[in-house]
């Protein structure tokens, strides 16, 4: 194999599949990009980690077709460190490859293209596409609510479901980790209607996210109840999907909150980020006071002593406090875009409901805490 390629464009699509490798592997071939150059001037750029697999094909010089699989880190990292706007030259012979630019001159180790595993989709029978802007806006809303906790694996990603709305057909995604919730949702796309309920794992989200600001137009996204795969411009994604059941989170969005709350959404989280200041790193709780058109946050800390604010905001419901993890509603305020928010509040028990408006198709939900 040899082939010549701009370093800038090496680099940038070596940027996109790195991030799948892990740093530690057992099995070495793992540690490795797959890059093959064909007759036609493309090259195909491939790292996975077994469950999720991402390739890119760019465009090179191809003097001689072939395949080889070389470490995807040191790769990436030569690449990063040779001059702007050099060219550079990939050549594979003998279990080493070479790599030329300007006065630079590494050979790598490689491993054989054959014991590089390949993700078997299958058949991939639900396909629709969805806007780059709005699929952005599906996961930037969702994702901070993933759980992290392992033993629930189920909760480890965002679900995706097709539902019927008062609005019509919709497609809705959710996530959760059992302190707080967060749900958006977008008319369902033709050819989503005979849609699996799927979760798309952590993972998987993360690496969609970081390729979809270089993207635009549409994303095609094709599923099973076990694979998903989304191919957007040059670079296709494939990954399994979390076999689980995610809980039936309907049931924990609030109906019959009566208490409103309106506020502008940055006085508050910057208010919080304040007072939260001199809170335990354990606990992170802050105190809402509500009372007629305004509120008071506050935290009491045994060792770092207590800090409060008062903010302007609009409440006429009977007094009442309540206490929340500060940085769980941080996260929520953050993804606020608009100047005015709704926290739909019951008692200090009970879940509180937050979103900008009715119409808004984004809903969070943010569990109390006892303070």
């Given at each position: 194999m040899k082939a010549t390629i701009e370093r800038a464009v090496l680099l940038k699509s070596l940027g996109h599949v790195q991030s799948v490798v892990e740093r530690r592997n057992t099995i070495p071939i793992l540690s490795n990009v797959l890059i093959e150059a064909d007759a036609s001037g493309q090259l195909k750029l491939m790292a996975t980690d077994l469950d999720l697999q991402v390739v890119e094909t760019i465009a090179a010089k191809v003097e001689t077709p072939g395949t080889t699989t070389v470490s995807a880190h040191t790769l990436?990292?030569?690449?990063?460190?040779?001059?702007?706007?050099?060219?550079?030259?990939?050549?594979?012979?003998?279990?080493?490859?070479?790599?030329?630019?300007?006065?630079?001159?590494?050979?790598?180790?490689?491993?054989?293209?054959d014991d590089f595993p390949v993700i078997a989709e299958g058949?991939?029978?639900?396909?629709?596409?969805?806007?780059?802007?709005?699929?952005?806006?599906?996961?930037?809303?969702?994702?901070?609510?993933?759980?992290?906790?392992?033993?629930r694996y189920y909760l480890n990603g965002i679900f995706f479901h097709v539902a019927e709305d008062a609005t019509g057909p919709v497609l809705k995604a959710a996530a959760t980790d059992g302190h707080r919730l967060a749900r958006y949702t977008v008319t369902r796309p033709d050819g989503a209607a005979s849609?699996?309920?799927?979760?798309?794992?952590?993972?998987?989200?993360?690496?969609?996210?970081?390729?979809?600001?270089?993207?635009?137009?549409?994303v095609e996204i094709s599923l099973s109840a076990s694979k998903i795969?989304?191919?957007?411009?040059?670079?296709?994604?494939?990954?399994?999907?979390?076999?689980?059941?995610?809980p039936d989170y309907s049931r924990?969005?609030?109906?019959?909150?009566?208490?409103?709350?309106?506020?502008?959404?940055?006085?508050?989280?910057?208010?919080?980020?304040?007072?939260?200041?001199?809170?335990s790193e354990k606990?992170?709780?802050?105190?809402?006071?509500?009372?007629?058109?305004?509120?008071?946050?506050?935290?009491?800390?045994?060792?770092?002593?207590?800090?409060a604010e008062e903010l302007a905001a609009g409440y006429d419901s009977d007094a009442m406090e309540i206490g929340f993890n500060a940085r769980y509603l941080s996260d929520i305020l953050g993804q606020v875009d608009g100047d005015s928010v709704e926290l739909h509040l019951a008692d200090a028990n009970a879940p509180t409901l937050i979103r900008e408006s009715e119409k808004s198709p984004a809903?969070?939900?943010?569990?109390?805490?006892?303070?």
């Open positions: 990436f990292e030569i690449a990063r460190k040779l001059p702007e706007g050099s060219e550079v030259s990939l050549a594979a012979a003998e279990g080493k490859m070479q790599v030329k630019a300007g006065r630079s001159n590494f050979n790598l180790p490689t491993l054989p293209r058949e991939l029978p639900t396909n629709f596409e969805l806007p780059v802007a709005e699929l952005i806006q599906i996961i930037d809303k969702t994702r901070f609510a993933i759980s992290t906790e392992e033993t849609m699996p309920d799927v979760i798309v794992p952590r993972k998987c989200v993360g690496e969609i996210r970081k390729l979809l600001d270089e993207a635009e137009g549409n795969r989304f191919q957007l411009g040059h670079a296709v994604l494939t990954s399994k999907l979390i076999d689980g059941t995610f924990v969005i609030p109906t019959a909150n009566d208490k409103l709350l309106k506020v502008d959404p940055k006085s508050l989280f910057q208010g919080v980020d304040r007072v939260s200041t001199i809170a606990t992170r709780a802050v105190k809402v006071g509500l009372d007629k058109d305004r509120i008071t946050l506050s935290v009491t800390s045994p060792e770092n002593g207590t800090a809903l969070y939900v943010l569990m109390p805490m006892r303070v």
